[in-house]
């Protein structure tokens, strides 16, 4: 036995290390676009006393991709037209760029133009990042909507394998204003207009924190009313500010434009279970759990039945198997996605369910 495991163990050592040989390098290109109104310019610099080759991997929001490979000399430094390294992928949507080589000391920019600008060009910069700086909180310091004149567009990019259930949160004279989720699929890319992802709840300048159960990678593009952009990397931050503190929200008004940011238990998880679930679930046959109203909770959270795998962990969808059996991913459960027969859950309560775990699965 004792053999065995070290025999495994190096094994794994070996592969890890062959993996981190493979990829020294592994940075990304949030937003790259090669539309009639921007257009941009990859860099990427060679700080290597040797040449290098790079590959640069373009993926749409939609999933389209694109690959292309360049070879970089010693110390030099490559500069390219999106439309010429991905002549595929021209025209919207734009794209995110990961860049992987088997060389370290590698380093790059994106210049975007505002083509249609009255200048025809007016430049804007952003640094290429660093994979491993993806985080799971992202700070956006500065957005819009309108009356403010010209657009801004967060942009967010989801580096790792498993897709990304994201929150965003809008922050204006001192407190939460508004709130909006996403599911980023793996490797992907997700941008709109502020007007769009919060259509109420906030006017004029703002800021934003993303909250992801997957490290994400962000920045944020701004241009004004003559197409001339200008973009800021995101910033990882350690937790998510809350103004609401304890006093448990005051409700907003009308709609759900208030600062409606925590789901409750009582409220909307449980009429959730009782209305898809508790019909097969009411006794303990089902897979050996009751979600009816006043047994599920207690039935759940920190709990396991018949898969003997905790249903909620507190703060960690993908740590709770009771989300995981939602998902049309069965890779990570047995038995059939639930509800049993009837497809996915609608976004909205998928997103009620996977808020509920982040915010500590509370019996609120
Ligand atoms: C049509 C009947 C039916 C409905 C509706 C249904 N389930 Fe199930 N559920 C089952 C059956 C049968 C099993 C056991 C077989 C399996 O795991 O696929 C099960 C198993 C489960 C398990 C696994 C328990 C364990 O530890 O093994 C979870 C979690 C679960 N269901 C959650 C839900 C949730 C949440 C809903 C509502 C969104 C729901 N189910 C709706 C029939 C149903």
């Not at 709609?255 to 019909?279: E, H, I, K, Y």
């Not at 303990?284 to 909620?312: E, K, M, W």
Request: glycine share 10%; net charge negative; aromatic share 8%.
């Amino acid at each position: 036995m004792k053999m065995k495991r070290n025999l495994l163990c190096s094994l794994l050592v070996i592969c890890a290390f062959i993996g981190s040989a493979m990829a020294q390098s592994d940075m990304v290109i949030p937003w790259v676009s090669n539309t009639s109104s921007f257009g941009s310019s990859i860099t990427i610099n060679n700080l290597n006393d040797s040449a290098a080759t790079v590959t640069l991997t373009a993926t749409r929001p939609t999933g389209d991709q694109a690959t292309a490979t360049r070879e970089i000399a010693a110390f030099g430094q490559l500069v390219e037209e999106a439309g010429s390294l991905f002549p595929s992928l021209s025209g919207p949507p734009g794209f995110t760029v990961r860049v992987t080589s088997s060389a370290s000391n590698l380093a790059g920019a994106v210049v975007i133009n505002g083509t249609e600008s009255p200048s025809g060009s007016s430049p804007s910069q952003a640094n290429v990042v660093p994979a491993s700086d993806a985080a799971s909180i992202l700070l956006f310091s500065y957005l819009f909507t309108p009356p403010t004149s010209g657009f801004a567009a967060p942009v967010l990019v989801n580096p790792s394998a498993t897709d990304a259930n994201v929150t965003l949160y809008a922050y204006k004279d001192g407190l939460r204003v508004a709130d909006a989720r996403y599911v980023i699929p793996a490797g992907a890319p997700f941008t709109d207009l502020t007007q769009n992802i919060f259509p109420s709840g906030v006017e004029g300048e703002f800021y934003m924190v993303a909250e992801s159960d997957q490290p994400i990678l962000g920045v944020v593009f701004i241009f004004n009313s003559s197409l001339e952009p200008s973009m800021a990397n995101a910033t990882a931050i350690s937790s998510v500010p809350n103004p609401d503190g304890g006093d448990g929200g005051d409700g907003g008004d009308g709609g759900d434009g208030g600062t409606g940011s925590t789901v409750s238990f009582a409220n909307d998880v449980q009429p959730l279970f009782s209305r898809r679930c508790a019909s097969c679930h009411t006794s303990q046959s089902r897979g050996g759990l009751s979600l009816a109203a006043g047994a599920a909770f207690g039935n759940i959270v920190n709990q396991t039945a018949d898969s003997g795998r905790i249903l909620i962990t507190p703060g960690s969808p993908n740590d709770s198997y009771l989300w995981l059996k939602l998902q049309t991913d069965s890779s990570q459960y047995t038995g059939s996605q639930m509800p049993q027969g009837r497809g996915t859950l609608p976004q909205d309560e998928m997103n009620t369910i996977m808020t509920w775990i982040n915010e500590g699965a509370a019996d609120n």
